[in-house]
């Protein structure tokens, strides 16, 4: 009985966070509906007698896919948009055959699965025991299929690398080129830290120096004009005052 609501709980989990995965225009929102499947895929195994499987499918797939996968996205950058600019020719033809094959591939799976004869528990895996016979199949039968996935993963990776990759225009500037630059400005010394004795720790409250008086750098320019347009200034008038002058020397 346990385990027939064990099962229907995370059926209905797996299946709505696939749906997520797939229909979810966020990549990164994508990769963790990913993970909650394969968080689910574990404890399946787990309920099933397969202690080896659910280990695997949380230390391999769980940790280090989808570790793989949230490497590459903060790669290729979490805000960066799709183009729909196509750049490569006739791919909509050749994504159009692979979702054709993958098709008749669930659907034969699905009727072996079903119309064929079952073989049992013990038939399939033999007096070794299961993780032998899965250590059999992947190193044996199933050894190129095996490394091609992982192939296809390095690949994944390093082809994300080759697209988040950009030229660098002019050239970075060193230790001593910032240094020069800041002395030869307005402000050798660093901007007073914001907030400093604000009651409600925030950013845009301007901060005070030793004196006692206001300090206006210490408040950033574009949230100072934010302040002011929505008017969200401190009940304090010094306070508003520095930001609403703040404000006046950005829109200059």
């Known amino acids: 009985m346990g ?18 995965m ?5 990549a990164v929102y994508s990769a963790l509906m990913l ?33 793989l996968f949230l490497f590459v996205l903060m790669l290729v950058g979490v805000d960066s948009s799709d183009s729909l600019v196509e750049t490569l020719k006739g791919q909509r033809f050749w994504a159009a055959i692979a979702a054709i094959g993958f098709a008749v591939l ?17 038939a399939a895996v033999g007096p070794a025991g299961y993780i032998r016979s899965l250590a059999l199949l992947l190193f044996t039968k199933y050894v190129f299929a095996f490394e091609i996935t992982s192939a296809l993963l390095i690949t994944a990776a390093l082809g994300a690398m080759v697209l988040a990759h ?25 901007l007073p830290g914001p907030g400093t004795y604000a009651r409600n720790n925030a950013i845009d409250m301007p ?5 006692g008086s206001v300090a206006e ?8 004009r934010y302040d002011v347009e929505q008017g969200h200034l401190p009940e304090d008038p010094r306070l508003a005052e ?11």
Not at 166 to 190: I, M, N, V
Request: aromatic share 8%; charged share 20%; net charge neutral.
């Open 217 to 224: 750098d210490s408040v950033n320019r574009y949230i100072a």
């Open 35 to 67: 993970g909650t499947v394969m968080l689910c895929l574990a404890v399946m195994y787990a309920v099933q007698d397969a202690p080896f499987l659910a280990a695997v499918q949380i230390i391999v797939y769980t940790g280090a896919v989808m570790m």
């Open 106 to 122: 669930i659907i034969v799976a699905v009727g072996n699965a079903v119309f064929a004869p079952q073989a049992g528990l013990e």
């Open 22 to 26: 797939v229909f979810n225009r966020k």
């Open 242 to 252: 520095a930001i609403q002058h703040k404000a006046e020397e950005d829109s200059k």
């Open 207 to 211: 901060a005070l120096l030793p004196d």
């Open 166 to 190: 950009r030229e660098r225009l002019t050239e970075k500037a060193t230790q001593k080129d910032l240094s020069r630059a800041r002395f030869l400005g307005d402000r050798p010394s660093p």
């Open 3 to 20: 385990e027939t609501i064990t099962f229907w709980v995370l059926a209905v989990v797996s299946v709505g966070a696939a749906l997520g």
